[in-house]
């Protein structure tokens, strides 16, 4: 199957979505400059909670970009999809293996979490404890500046219309955490 401007729409939508799941995680957690005192307060279980709840979707949300293109006889949207299917220049090919390289190095790293863990309830796993799989510091800001520029590419190419992430999501997703955190004074 040809890479249709549908396709891309849709692989572009996907790619989105992961961003946001990994901002929200983001901005209520990682970023959050009110994290301690919310995560202290008496609604700090809950917060808890919602943290793990939102690490597993974003996580799985970018491990699902890099499924097989082709599973048991059904295709998947992935990146591997976006190249195998596409018919792209040599140049263009080869800057969306470049990027695609880059990017699967990353989710690499967390595909083990989405087997053990995420997609199952691999027993070993549970009963040995401890972290496994995951990545350092910013990793993620770099994996989706070269995801948006992966969909870029090809969105230009097939819809003739770039690709950008949603611009306000962060902020967003900041402007709700600290109003979370004022809530968490009243």
Known sequence: MKVSAL???EFCAL????????????SFFDDNPDVDRVTGSRFGYGFGVLSGFTLEYSLLQ???????S????????????????????????????????????????LRHVRNKALSHNDLPSILEGGVIGGFEGNEDVIYF???????????????????????FIGAHFKMMASALAHAVDA
């Open 145 to 167: 500046e070269n995801l948006g520029r992966f969909a870029d590419i090809i969105s230009r190419e097939i819809r003739g219309a770039g690709f950008a992430f949603n611009p």
């Open 15 to 26: 790619c989105d979505w992961a961003y946001q799941a990994c901002q929200l995680h983001r």
């Open 7 to 9: 396709v891309v729409s």
């Open 70 to 109: 082709s599973v048991a006889g059904r295709e998947n949207l992935t990146v591997d999809y976006i190249l195998n299917y596409g018919e792209w220049a040599p140049g263009t090919l080869a800057e969306l293996e470049r990027l695609a390289t880059q990017l699967r190095s990353f989710a690499s790293n």
């Open 62 to 68: 970018i491990v699902k970009l890099h499924d097989k």
